[in-house]
């Protein structure tokens, strides 16, 4: 007898199949892997992720300057939601992304201070009470030269924005120039949370209340309710006037809160229909209490989105009378996901009907009684840093003259030509209103040529009066 081994015919079939057995299960294995990444990443399965993947690869490899990967992707994903090519979706990168879920937010961390840009700088036009800003001792009027030690000027106002924004509880440092000071102080404050205020009210003759939704945020709804408290502690309404001129829209949750106050309960608030009709949902009012008051409407142009939504149903469903002009048309809905990063990615899934079956999406919602502000209400601003002098010419040259004979200095006719009629009416208007009187435009002219248009239009609202003359006779 020797010592060798041979396996039998059995033995060695057993052991081929299990091989088979194996292989079979790696395959397996790799398809159903391939499967669910296709299942899970379905970009996967497009013949031109191929030249996505190739390209990325190409760029990081050879690119002669270097690439970040993930500016690459966002890139990508940002060119992506663009092809779309519709003007509601978008890709916002970090920063952007916090800044757009930040916008519906109620608060904000920074100081607590309102600033605009003039010549270049950027000065403090009003300071909140109770902020940071008040407590160390910011006023207005103050430039700020630095933030941080960073040197701001001729940066671009959403820089300064960042700048200043921060934290809660981190310290900030500004730098500002005082009219009084001959050297510029530093403050240094703590970055608190700032609420962002959407709803204003005031009380009218005859009791009418008038309250101002200039966006629909996170914290809306609680502000109507409790504009409404106040004034109905000043004593009994007798009509509303819910102004949402202007108003761009926003979150449909605080849309719906707000409806439910005003709309009749079980009565329709709008349809929101989704892609391919595949699912249709009804809102219908929850009303707790019974709204009794007359109701009267403002909108205009700007009027868009959450704003038709509330503006048509209470047309529809609480026989609130509209006033002003065509809204402007926004009948669809976004849905917006935010990333671990900051990042959002906000796109169109929905379009939405009003209480009567309308689409209002490019048409608008029309008032029942069009009315009109007066002309100088559309003047356009001018902007920051524009530069006019006697011998300019151009657009912005009609703009002044326009505001010039609007506010009373001289029958100016608006010919686009800077001449010496236009010179000494802008050296009038700036004697009068104790600037420095140059006869040249400059920043601070324009601030208050605006300001004095807008309490212009205060007094001459022919949208607000009409609404106060139909509550009058309700």
């Known amino acids: 007898m020797n010592d060798r081994h041979y396996e039998t015919p059995d033995r060695r079939k057993s052991g081929f199949m299990y091989v088979i057995a194996v292989i079979l299960l790696l395959g397996a294995g790799y398809v159903l892997g391939m499967m669910s990444s296709g299942m899970r990443y379905p970009i996967l399965k497009e013949p031109e992720f191929k030249q996505l993947n190739a390209s990325y690869k190409k760029i990081m490899n050879d690119y002669l300057n270097g690439a970040d990967p993930g500016d690459l992707i966002n890139g990508a994903a940002q060119g992506m939601v663009a092809s779309l090519k519709d003007p509601y979706s978008h890709y916002l990168v970090g920063e952007a992304g916090e800044a757009y879920t930040q916008s519906y937010e109620g ?257 608008g919602v029309k008032p029942d009684y069009e009315v009109k502000l007066p002309a100088y209400a559309s003047i356009r601003p001018l902007a920051t840093g524009a530069e006019m002098k006697l011998g300019s010419y151009g657009e912005n040259v009609v703009t002044l003259q326009t505001m010039l004979r609007e506010l009373g200095y001289g029958p100016i006719e608006a010919d686009g030509i800077f001449d010496e009629s236009t010179e000494a009416a802008l050296k009038a208007f700036q004697a009068a209103e104790k600037l420095e009187a140059t006869g040249e435009f400059d920043d601070r002219t324009g601030y208050r040529l605006l300001e004095l248009l807008r309490d212009k239009l205060e007094s001459e609202d022919t949208q607000l009066q009409k609404g106060i003359e139909l509550l009058q006779t309700k």
Request: net charge negative.
């Open 107 to 363: 608060e904000f961390f920074g100081i607590g201070a309102n600033m605009r840009q003039e010549e270049g700088q950027f000065v403090i036009t009003s300071v909140i009470k109770d902020t940071p800003a008040e407590r160390g001792g910011v006023l207005a009027g103050d430039t700020i030269l630095a933030v941080d030690g960073v040197e701001i000027a001729g940066k671009p106002f959403d820089e300064l924005l960042g700048l200043v924004r921060g934290e809660e509880g981190t310290s900030v440092t500004l730098r500002i120039q005082r009219a009084s000071e001959d050297e510029p102080l530093e403050i240094t404050m703590k970055r608190a949370a700032i609420p962002v205020h959407t709803v204003t009210s005031e009380r009218l003759e005859d009791g009418i209340g008038h309250v101002t939704i200039s966006r629909f945020a996170e914290k809306t709804a609680e502000e109507f309710k409790a504009e409404l408290e106040k004034l109905q502690k000043e004593g009994p309404l007798e009509g509303l006037l819910l102004d949402m001129r202007s108003n761009p829209g926003g979150l449909l949750t605080s849309t719906l809160d707000i409806a439910n106050i005003l709309v009749p309960k079980n009565r329709k608030i709008l349809d929101v229909v989704y892609k391919n009709e595949r699912q249709t949902v009804s809102f219908m009012s929850r009303q707790k209490e019974s709204w009794d008051i007359p109701i009267v409407v403002l909108v205009n142009g700007q009027s868009a989105s959450a704003s038709e939504v509330m503006t048509a149903a209470l047309k529809e469903s609480a026989g609130a009378s509209v006033v002003g002009e065509t809204t402007y048309g926004k009948g669809v809905v976004q849905a917006f996901r935010a990333f671990p990063d900051g990042s959002v990615l906000s796109i169109t899934e929905a379009q939405w009907k009003t209480p009567g079956g309308t689409w209002i999406n490019e048409v």
